[in-house]
């Protein structure tokens, strides 16, 4: 009853820039905590950026200085912004999103992923 849809990735060259969106749509009463993962093929998932309700943000050493997230209440929506991407940055990202549902609990959901790939 709550679904997330990813959008944005693609394939981009060295030094390029993308921006992921995640719409949360459904039974919704209020979002607390988003972040934003990925995963490449042979490798854990790792978290690349959170941001609470709160507006505070979180960003792993390999994208501070080069990502932002950031998020707009009123349309349900994690932003990922991606500038001076580098080949290692291509995976899957998934978005990650702590609902709290009109009927009353809360619980966290998963984007489908969208796959991003930085190469010449």
């Known amino acids: 009853q709550v679904q997330l849809v990813e959008s944005g990735g693609g394939l981009v060259q060295p030094g390029g820039s993308l921006r992921l969106s995640c719409a949360a749509s459904?039974?919704?009463?209020?979002?607390?905590?988003m972040g934003w993962y990925r995963q490449a093929p042979g490798k854990q998932r790792e978290l690349v950026a959170s941001?609470?309700?709160?507006?505070?943000?979180n960003y792993a050493d390999f994208v501070k200085g080069r990502f932002t997230i950031s998020r707009d209440n009123a349309k349900n929506t994690v932003y990922l912004q991606m500038n001076s991407l580098k080949p290692e940055d291509t995976a899957v990202y998934y978005c990650?999103?702590?609902?709290?549902?009109?009927?009353?609990?809360?619980?966290?959901?998963w984007g489908q992923g969208t796959q991003v790939t930085v190469s010449s």
């Open positions: 990650s999103v702590h609902v709290r549902r009109r009927e009353g609990w809360f619980q966290n959901y």
């Open positions: 459904g039974s919704i009463f209020g979002i607390s905590d």
């Open positions: 941001i609470t309700g709160g507006g505070s943000t």
